[in-house]
T-cell receptor
Framework: NAGVTQTPKFQVLKTGQSMTLQCAQD?????MSWYRQDPGMGLRLIHY???????DQGEVPNGYNVSRSTTEDFPLRLLSAAPSQTSVYFC?????????FGPGTRLLVL | GENVEQHPSTLSVQEGDSAVIKCTYS??????FPWYKQELGKGPQLIID?????GEKKDQRIAVTLNKTAKHFSLHITETQPEDSAVYFC???????????FGIGTKLQVIP
């Protein structure tokens, strides 16, 4: 099993540009989530999904959209990037009480 | 909402010594407390957890204690090794990962 994979590893955007952060898992987990990690603030939940076709907002959803068309994939979309969205983004897949994180995407918005 | 405070933010110990990281939480309804280890350039990895109906849990060199009355829980690493060097995060959950709050992290350095 590859576990949780994320692409790209690193991305530079200009303010106003859009992009999609990809996340995939091969463990057949229903629950998936997106976090952002900022210095001094730990991990904060952006959006989560309890299964295909179902998504909901977390603590910091503004500026981000998600969709869940399949169990495997959970992409995160930035429609109009802002410097405040410079961060490291982690996707996670959860089974029971165990949460598996991907390797992260480092995003820099200029 | 829930608030989780984690101390210290950095910790240096000599190889073989013990390390203790402490977290406090504000919502007495929180019922699950995992600890994650994050190595440089990687995602966090669950290393140990504890439920609110348990006071202590051990797994080889790591242990977690929970004091529900005081609303704090701690990670204990004994006989530290250089490979224990990483950032450690605590978290508190209220029912599930939909309601999770993470601490800010502790950077542990084990000096050989």
């Amino acid at each position: 099993n590859a576990g949780v994979t994320q692409t790209p590893k690193f991305q530079v955007l200009k303010t106003g540009q859009s992009m999609t952060l990809q996340c995939a898992q091969d463990m057949n987990h229903e629950y998936m989530s997106w976090y952002r990690q900022d210095p001094g603030m730990g991990l904060r939940l952006i959006h989560y999904s309890v299964g295909a076709g179902i998504t909901d907002q977390g603590e910091v959803p503004n500026g981000y959209n998600v969709s869940r068309s399949t169990t495997e994939d959970f992409p995160l979309r930035l429609l109009s990037a802002a410097p405040s969205q410079t961060s490291v983004y982690f996707c996670a897949s959860t089974k029971g009480e165990t949460q598996y994180f991907g390797p992260g995407t480092r995003l820099l918005v200029l | 909402g829930e608030n989780v405070e984690q101390h210290p933010s950095t910790l240096s110990v000599q190889e073989g010594d013990s390390a203790v990281i402490k977290c406090t939480y504000s919502d007495s309804a929180s019922n699950y407390f995992p600890w994650y280890k994050q190595e440089l350039g990687k995602g966090p990895q669950l290393i140990i957890d504890i439920r609110s109906n348990v006071g202590e849990k051990k797994d080889q060199r790591i242990a977690v204690t929970l004091n529900k009355t005081a609303k704090h829980f701690s990670l204990h690493i004994t006989e530290t090794q250089p490979e224990d060097s990483a950032v450690y995060f605590c978290a508190a959950l209220l029912g599930g990962y939909q309601k999770v709050t993470f601490g800010i992290g502790t950077k542990l350095q084990v000096i050989p």
